[in-house]
């Protein structure tokens, strides 16, 4: 089974500033890793994956994650947030069988002028 | 519009009654996904299909809860009776799974706007 951990509900920056939302997950087999971020009363959009190869990764929105195997990690940042990225950011890894998401708790990224 | 859609957005409702939400998924995708998130919580997963095939229920999918995919396209979840404690937005999701080459699968599920349900 897989599981995801969040640490931080919320991340309060400001506008400019750089930011890292933190992921970690647990899993027995290999997995698919995700972040997707979901805007006030809307789906969710998927911001980048890491499915193999190198383990920089980059998205939408100058958004990127590094996954870390040892460190059963892929937390994402962006070196200057904007106004606009204020939204809930989800981890999530995938069963490569299946494809099936579990997804973190998210984190509320806030950012303020 | 090619994307996930579903239906309909929003859907208030008296406790005890039943209600069913519709989901299409993107034409050549044989997976679809049903997922529930309440406020504040990440999606979580209630049950998928590949083609018409029912694969894996969550044990949140109590038996008042059904989903079919009759044809192997569009999906409906059923919620019979419903109660206060289901409020919550129900999300439909489809990938296009694995056809035997790896290169066809990216592991990425796309996700429709969602229904909003509220037991009153």
């Known amino acids: 089974a897989q599981s995801v951990t969040q640490l931080d509900s919320q991340v309060p920056v400001f506008e400019e500033a750089p930011v890292e939302l933190r992921c970690n997950y647990s899993?027995?087999?290999?997995?698919?890793l995700f972040w997707y971020v979901q805007y006030p009363n809307q789906g969710l959009q998927l911001l980048l994956k890491?499915?193999?190869?190198?383990?920089l990764v980059k998205g939408i929105n100058g958004f990127e994650a590094e996954f870390n195997k040892s460190q059963t990690s892929f937390h994402l940042r962006k070196p200057s947030v904007h106004i606009s990225d204020t939204a809930e950011y989800f981890c999530a890894v995938s069963d490569r069988a299946t494809n099936k998401l579990i997804f973190g708790t998210g984190t509320l990224l806030a950012v303020q002028p | 519009d090619t994307g996930v859609s579903q239906n309909p957005r929003h859907k208030i409702t008296k406790r005890g009654q039943n209600v069913t939400f519709r989901c299409d998924p993107i034409s050549e995708h044989n997976r679809l996904y049903w997922y529930r998130q309440t406020l504040g919580q990440g999606p979580e997963f209630l049950t998928y299909f590949q083609n018409e095939a029912q694969l894996e229920k969550s044990r949140l999918l109590s038996d008042r809860f059904s989903a079919e995919r009759p044809k192997g396209s569009f999906s409906t979840l059923e919620i019979q009776r419903t109660e206060q404690g289901d409020s919550a937005m129900y999300l439909c999701?489809?990938?296009?799974?694995?056809?035997?080459?790896?290169?066809?699968?990216?592991?990425?599920?796309?996700f429709g706007e969602g229904s909003r349900l509220t037991v009153l």
């Open positions: 890491y499915l193999s190869g190198s383990t």
């Open positions: 899993s027995s087999v290999s997995v698919y």
């Open positions: 999701a489809s990938s296009s799974g694995f056809s035997g080459r790896a290169k066809d699968s990216t592991g990425e599920l796309f």
